[in-house]
Nanobody, 116 residues
Framework: QAQLVESGGGLVQPGGSLRLSCAAS????????MSWYRQAPGKQRELVAD???????VYADSVKGRFIISRDGAKNTVYLQMNSLKPEDTAVYYC??????????WGQGTQVTVSS
């Protein structure tokens, strides 16, 4: 069972960076899968980054080389480091986890706006 609280969104200029945080109520090492999704206005929700318990990661082609998903066991937190941000990265970002009992949980969402 997990409760997720997201933070770190905001307004940033193109080329800038942000780090999103997703604090979990359980150890990240009790989570089978950790993912970040995003949804822009008028667009479908898309998978941005995924990490399985082994640490293997998968990224959407649109963010490869710019975004990094990571975890901090001491803080029970999952992160999404976003670099070289583009206006098309503007969206609401959601974290998602699957726990050891195959239960799914979602964060509340955090707005990221990339604009001059």
């Amino acid at each position: 069972q997990a409760q997720l609280v997201e933070s770190g969104g905001g307004l940033v200029q193109p080329g800038g960076s942000l780090r999103l945080s997703c604090a979990a109520s359980i150890s990240v090492f009790s989570i089978k899968g950790m993912s970040w999704y995003r949804q822009a206005p008028g667009k479908q929700r898309e998978l941005v980054a995924d990490m399985v318990s082994s640490g293997t990661t998968v990224y959407a082609d649109s963010v490869k080389g710019r975004f990094i998903i990571s975890r901090d066991g001491a803080k029970n937190t999952v992160y999404l480091q976003m670099n070289s941000l583009k206006p098309e990265d503007t969206a609401v970002y959601y974290c998602n986890v699957i726990d050891d009992y195959d239960r799914n949980y979602w964060g509340q969402g955090t707005q990221v706006t990339v604009s001059s």
